[in-house]
């Protein structure tokens, strides 16, 4: 079974305006972490926020913020003022017991931002 | 502090050669994991290896694929006898610990392309 579900393969955003990049999990793990990470063009993989199961609040990282419904199990990256450097593929995670070193990929969602 | 390095940044090898991955984790973080990502999917956790051990290989595949973290020196992955679908890029990642919060950080990755 798919542990990460991202169902946009592909989103466009104008500059400046936010966009939402939907996640939803998987697990019967009561302690868990996700994490969402962005590769860009060049490939590398870069952390981009943490979001902890029993954390009561959600994660931010200046222009990202996590909305995290644990009901849902759903995780959402909330990117704001969009910039044309944001424009990547971006990566849905998670980690879970046992073997929590694991992470789980979601297929990610590309990002176009327009000027 | 550099970042976690690995390299080449591409290899092309023929069928049947051997593909050598190199990744030096960043300093201080002594937990190397090697995920494998084929075009247009996520990564996939492929092995765990801490300093002389290797802790979780159950992503790998038994044949062909072999991975090491010396004591002194980076650490290896290992294909020998390269088929063409073992092109991918293959990327990895260290941290200082196993907890749930720390952020595995990732390298540039090593695209191989087998002919």
């Known amino acids: 079974a798919q542990k990460i579900t991202q169902t946009q393969p592909g989103m466009f955003v104008q500059e400046k305006e936010a966009v939402t990049l939907d996640c939803t999990y998987d697990?019967?793990?009561?302690?868990?972490?996700l994490f969402w990470y962005k590769q860009p063009s060049s490939g590398e993989m870069i952390f981009l926020i943490y979001?902890?199961?029993?954390?009561?609040q959600n994660a931010t990282e200046g222009r990202y913020s996590l909305n995290f419904q644990k009901a849902r199990k759903s995780a959402n990256l909330v990117i704001s003022a969009s910039q044309l450097g944001d424009s990547a593929m971006y990566f849905c995670a998670m980690r879970e017991v046992p073997n929590d070193y694991k992470l789980s990929f979601g297929a990610g969602t590309t990002v176009t931002v327009r000027a | 502090n550099a970042g976690v390095m690995q390299n080449p940044r591409h290899l092309v090898r023929r069928r049947g050669q051997e593909a050598r991955l190199r990744c030096s984790p960043m300093?201080?973080?002594?937990?190397v994991y090697w995920y494998r990502q084929l075009p247009e999917e996520g990564l996939k956790f492929m092995v765990y290896l801490q300093k002389e051990n290797i802790i979780d290989e159950s992503g790998m595949p038994k044949e062909r694929f072999s991975a090491e973290f010396p004591k002194e020196g980076p650490s290896i992955l290992r294909i020998q006898q390269v088929v063409r679908g073992d092109s991918a890029a293959y990327f990895c990642a260290s941290s200082p610990n196993t907890l749930r919060r720390e952020t595995q950080y990732f390298g540039p990755g090593t695209r191989l392309l087998v002919l």
């Open positions: 300093k201080g973080h002594s937990h």
């Open positions: 697990t019967s793990d009561p302690s868990y972490g």
């Open positions: 979001q902890g199961s029993y954390d009561q």
